[in-house]
């Protein structure tokens, strides 16, 4: 079965800095893609980062750019997000997800096919 | 980055009935594009990649059309689990976008 944990959320002052952990299992982690995500009530859905299988890309939404960084331990079957410099904008439900990337009718797809449970990131005073 | 308009943001609707919820991108993202559901206090469940393709496991009664700019997730025979909000991602660049969503009550 395919699970991804969270952790590593909580309350943070603005500026502050904290780091979410993302613990899977029921597949193999290094042959996939991982993502963040977050939701907030007032902005929806939005996609934060993500990294290749072996760690040599990365992709940021702009917001987060230089503040945050996304990273993975393949060995330990781990995803990061190290965040710096916080704002109150990024309080949110953080989700980490699968990935994956579907080759269908000739072309590739990707789409987030795992989710996990999310984990609250609170940045006030 | 690429806007995903959805619409409408709710809809009340009745069990067996056919629902319809758009989703339109500001520039064209050939069939790159997925939907997903969410329940309350849950995380997204992917329905629908490359536009029209079911995920594995999910009923028959989701359907998925458009290409480019405009396109369309039906439900054919709404069932009492399916009450939720519904979100479209374009997956065609970067950064990854998703559509506000469209909240379907009773």
């Known amino acids: 079965e395919v699970q991804l944990v969270e952790s590593g959320g909580g309350l943070v002052q603005p500026g502050g800095s904290l780091r979410l952990s993302c613990a899977v299992s029921g597949f193999t982690f290094s042959s996939y893609w991982m993502s963040w995500v977050r939701q907030t009530p007032g902005k929806g859905l939005e996609w934060v980062a993500n990294?290749?299988?072996?760690?040599?890309?990365?992709n940021y939404v702009d917001s987060v750019k230089g503040r945050f960084t996304i990273s993975r331990d393949n060995t330990k079957k781990s995803l990061y997000l190290q965040m710096n410099s916080l704002r109150v904008e990024d309080t949110a439900v953080y989700y980490c997800?699968?990935?994956?990337?579907?080759?269908?009718?000739?072309?590739?797809?990707?789409?987030?096919?795992?989710w996990g449970q999310g984990t609250v990131v609170t940045v006030s005073s | 980055a690429i806007q995903m308009t959805q619409s409408p943001s709710s809809l009340s609707a009745s069990v067996g009935d056919r629902v319809t919820i758009a989703c339109r991108a500001s520039q064209g993202i050939r069939s790159d594009l997925g939907w997903y559901q969410q329940k309350p206090g849950k995380a997204p469940k992917l329905l629908i990649y490359?536009?029209?393709t079911l995920q594995s496991g999910v009923p028959s009664r989701f359907s998925g059309s458009g290409s480019g700019t405009d396109f369309t997730l039906t439900i054919s025979c709404l069932q009492p689990e399916d009450f939720a909000t519904y979100f479209c991602?374009?997956?065609?660049?970067?950064?990854?976008?998703f559509g506000q969503g469209t909240k379907v009550e009773i």
């Open positions: 991602l374009q997956d065609y660049n970067y950064p990854r976008t």
């Open positions: 490359a536009a029209s």
């Open positions: 997800a699968r990935d994956n990337s579907y080759f269908w009718l000739g072309s590739y797809y990707d789409a987030f096919d795992f």
């Open positions: 990294i290749k299988e072996g760690g040599s890309e990365k």
